[in-house]
């Protein structure tokens, strides 16, 4: 269990786009922010004030440098994290705040049933002592309705193969397992289940382009595939390949804030990132610019009181020593940016001119 940490900070740099309000939030999160409690007394705010929807239908990308809090943002979401982190703020999952939820009514109702998940490391996810054939039977048994013994191996190997998983391996143990192979194993049983919410958190780690795509098609086809309409991805991933190929959205975190929230066609082509770091993050792919963005990210033990990307930031000015609120900037589609000096589409600046 985690402790719940001061509700000041709740609120402190979030963002969240307007753009696509019809469809209901299977997962709302609200001033979501993680503090961790080192020895000494130091304090590292992992996660501040994250603020955004994932909505039926939707698949939303989270992006991020390495470090910069996204994994201990999703260990939030499904109650896993370490016993020296506290909490603020809320995720929704329908009523049920997932932040306050006991152990019990997680593990019972929430993890595997109404949240699936892709882990970032699947070794350790999966059980070392059994072969994947019988962990993902085990799954199939415990999740859905299937039951018998021969219906129970067919099902198995169905979600073997929905995952891209080679039947020829199903009855190996993780350690014979390539990485890639564990990430296919862990998707496939992340999939069983159905739920309405998908975490998958770094869910291509390991795999060639040709599995990249194959896995995220996957992913995005568990949110299509349902007369319902009823079921959302959340992808953490640093494959802004994938992020491209399958998002709705994108979500961009930097230093445990999320500083822009927008769409994913919008970001990825025109008029493209509106926050200075996001920019970066575009113009640094091999495809693009193939310039890394200059620095480093800062300690989440010591962020300065202002905007934490300005040390980095060839826009920034006296005003980022102050923290920049998040704002929706035009034009639509609506995208929200904590930057006081966000990128402007050039006919927008033309007009303010
Ligand atoms: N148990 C912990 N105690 C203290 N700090 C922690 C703990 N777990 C994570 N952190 C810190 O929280 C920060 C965010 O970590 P996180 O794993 O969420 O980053 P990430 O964005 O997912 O990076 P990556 O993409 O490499 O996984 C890091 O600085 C990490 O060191």
């Known amino acids: 269990m985690t402790a719940r940490a001061d509700a000041g900070s709740a609120d402190a740099g979030s963002a969240e786009t307007g753009a696509v309000t019809e ?11 993680v503090r961790f409690l080192m020895p000494g007394g130091r304090r590292i705010a992992a996660v501040t004030g994250a603020r955004f929807d994932v909505r039926s239908g939707e698949c939303l990308a989270l992006i991020g440098e390495s470090g910069c809090g996204k994994s201990v943002l999703a260990s939030a979401l499904l109650g896993l994290l370490p016993g020296n982190a506290q909490t603020a703020g809320q995720a929704l999952l329908g009523d049920l705040d997932l932040l306050t939820a006991d152990e019990r009514t997680l593990a019972r109702t929430v993890r595997g049933r109404r949240i699936g998940l892709v882990p970032q490391s699947p070794a350790a996810h999966l059980t070392p002592v059994r072969t994947v054939r019988s962990q993902l039977r085990e799954t199939v048994a415990a999740l859905t309705p299937v039951r018998g013994r021969a219906a129970l191996r067919t099902a198995a190997e169905t979600a073997a193969a929905r995952a891209a998983f080679p039947a020829g391996h199903l009855d190996h143990h993780p350690h014979q397992l390539s990485g890639g192979l564990a990430q296919r194993a862990a998707t496939a049983l992340a999939l069983v289940g159905d739920a309405p ?8 780690t390991g795999l060639d382009r040709d599995l990249v795509d194959r896995t995220v098609d996957e992913l995005r086809r568990h949110v299509d595939d349902t007369d319902a309409g009823d079921r959302a991805l959340l992808m953490i991933t640093h494959d802004l390949a994938a992020a491209e190929r399958i998002a709705d959205r994108v979500a961009v975190m930097y230093a445990g804030r ?9 970001f990825f082509g025109a008029p493209g990132p509106r926050h200075p770091y996001s920019r970066g993050l575009l113009q640094a792919l091999p495809d693009r610019a193939f310039t890394p963005v200059p620095g480093l990210p800062p300690e ?15 826009r920034s000015t006296d005003l980022c020593a102050t923290p920049p609120r998040p704002a929706t900037v035009p034009p639509p589609p609506a995208v929200t940016v904590a930057c006081h000096h966000p990128h402007v589409p050039a006919p927008e600046a033309a007009d303010r001119a």
């Open 300 to 314: 989440l033990g010591a962020l300065p009181a202002g905007c934490a990307f300005a040390p980095r930031c060839d």
């Open 197 to 204: 919410l998908l975490l998958a958190d770094e869910p291509t």
């Open 23 to 33: 469809r209901a939030p299977v997962l709302s999160v609200r001033g979501l922010s």
């Open 258 to 266: 999320i500083v822009e929230l927008g769409d994913a066609a919008a």
